[in-house]
């Protein structure tokens, strides 16, 4: 059985960091797309930054990029989202997923991936 476990969400004040963790099993890790997605308060869901673990690429969002840090550790089966720089805007239940490649374009579109994590909270105050 696949399982995503986040974990690290709360709240920070704006300019502060946040690190969030996903921790996976049930699934052979190196060759999983794994990607970090948010979604807001009456918006859609939307990809952060994700990793295709066959090769090692990542692709960021422009929103987050320079501020945000995606790594993997494979011996650990656990991906970590490293948040800095933090805005109000980037309040959100972030969401960690997984799926098998491969993955047209980026890779880090809600739609393709097949499993998902329950989500944790990020909120950033003004």
């Known amino acids: 059985e696949v399982q995503l476990v986040e974990s690290g969400g709360g709240l920070v004040q704006a300019g502060g960091s946040l690190s969030l963790s996903c921790a996976a099993s049930g699934f052979t890790f190196d060759d999983y797309y794994i990607g970090w997605f948010q979604q807001l308060l009456g918006k859609e869901r939307e990809g952060v930054s994700c990793?295709?673990?066959?090769?090692?690429?990542?692709y960021y969002a422009g929103s987050v990029k320079g501020r945000f840090t995606l790594s993997s550790d494979n011996a650990k089966n656990t991906v970590y989202l490293q948040m800095h720089s933090l805005k109000p805007e980037d309040t959100a239940v972030y969401y960690c997923?997984?799926?098998?490649?491969?993955?047209?374009?980026?890779?880090?579109?809600?739609?393709?991936?097949?499993?998902w994590g329950q989500g944790t909270q990020v909120t950033v105050s003004s």
């Open positions: 990793i295709n673990n066959i090769d090692g690429s990542t």
């Open positions: 997923a997984a799926t098998q490649g491969p993955l047209p374009g980026n890779g880090c579109y809600p739609q393709g991936y097949a499993y």
